[in-house]
């Protein structure tokens, strides 16, 4: 049996500032733009990547879902308290450098782990924490 992750989703609270940032500062690729019900789901991903999806979504991508239920998720995504995302890069501070040079949120300057990589860590335009790790080179 083969199992493969396919597509993650990250909410944001504004879909074109969500789009600049992952897009023009990340350089992801727009794979589908889509709305429902006054809501919308963009699709990027990593050119290197194609067979792996991540959705921007709606920080509650349910229209059945109540007012204070909504509510309360855009609060937890307002103070950065939803999960993390991981991105892979070959140059920790390459990536670094170009992140700060577009005004990304600097949370985590580069920096060895004894974890076995070297990372950094940024917020995206909705709060969500971002971090960028370099394998270690034997």
Known sequence: M????STCFIAVDDHDKALAFYRDVLGLEVRNDVGYEGMRWVTVGAP?????????????????????DRQAMAELL?????RAVIFQTDDCDATFA?????GGEVLQEPADQPYGV???AFRDPSG??????????P
Do not use: H, T, Y
């Open 98 to 102: 170009r992140i700060r040079d577009a």
């Open 128 to 137: 969500n924490m971002l971090r960028f790790n370099q394998p270690r080179r």
């Open 48 to 68: 290197s990547q194609p067979d792996v999806d991540i959705v921007l979504e709606p920080p509650l991508a349910d229209p059945s879902a109540s007012a204070a």
């Open 78 to 82: 307002a103070k950065g308290l939803l």
């Open 118 to 120: 070297r990372d950094c």
């Open 2 to 5: 083969d199992i493969k992750l």
